[in-house]
């Protein structure tokens, strides 16, 4: 007789399975089967990065998740909440980002401000921004206040307004505009509004793509020809 653990499985031995499952964490608690072991089908409850928002998720498939909603976090004045999107609160501190220990120079950082609270507006200067910004370029704008300012590492940065020439991604256009007006792909390579007309591999359809940048065109449309009339013998062997 098998043994009910060997791959000649024929008779079970009437026990609990008790393998590990693929979620690496539970057993399995069918009696001794042949086969794979079922799929864990425990599921939890997790919440979002922020802790607002929760969703049930089967076990093995956890994975932390952003909700749309915003953190909400208040820190230690008080008064003031985060107002960035969901993210775990572990990724500031509990001191309010506008206190006067924390904020004591003009947004750009050129000049020295003196405040009481953290209510207390947060002066500008006469100078350039002048702020490295998410694309390289440095602010032009005049020095000026926002999110970005106050918590950098979790926001985005402003507009970029320093006009840039740039070769498009299929290389048959030179771009000419304020850096944040270019639209780019996946990729960050900026795109033109020339449509490939180059043909597919069938001969008969184009490509249509914009600033495309393909060797070989795939025609991946369905061919709907009817097929000719024709005779087909099929020999059985027997």
Known sequence: MSKCSSESFKV??????????TCLKHHCAQICHQGPCMPCGITKIEKCKCGK??????????????????????????????????????????KCPYDPTILTTCPCGKTERKRLKCTDPIPTCNQACENTLSCGH????????????????????????????????????????????IERDGNGLPLCSNMCQRKKHC??????????????????????????????????IV
């Open 53 to 94: 928002a929760e969703r049930s998720v089967e076990c093995g498939k956890e994975a932390v998740f952003q909700c749309d909603q915003t953190c909400g976090f208040q820190f230690d004045c008080k008064i003031h909440d985060c107002a960035l999107d969901c993210h775990e609160n572990s990724m500031h501190s509990t």
């Open 203 to 236: 001969k008969r359809h184009r490509c249509g793509g914009r600033c495309c940048i393909m060797d070989i065109h795939i025609c991946e449309r369905i061919c709907q020809k009817p097929l000719s009339v024709s005779t087909i013998f099929v020999k059985n």
């Open 12 to 21: 079970s031995c009437g026990k609990v399975c008790d393998r590990l499952l």
């Open 138 to 181: 440095l602010c032009i704008a005049s020095c000026h206040n926002g999110e970005w300012y106050v918590i950098k590492e979790l926001t985005e940065s402003p507009p970029c307004f320093v006009p840039v020439e740039v070769c498009c991604r299929c290389e048959k256009e030179v771009i000419k505009k304020k850096c944040s007006e």
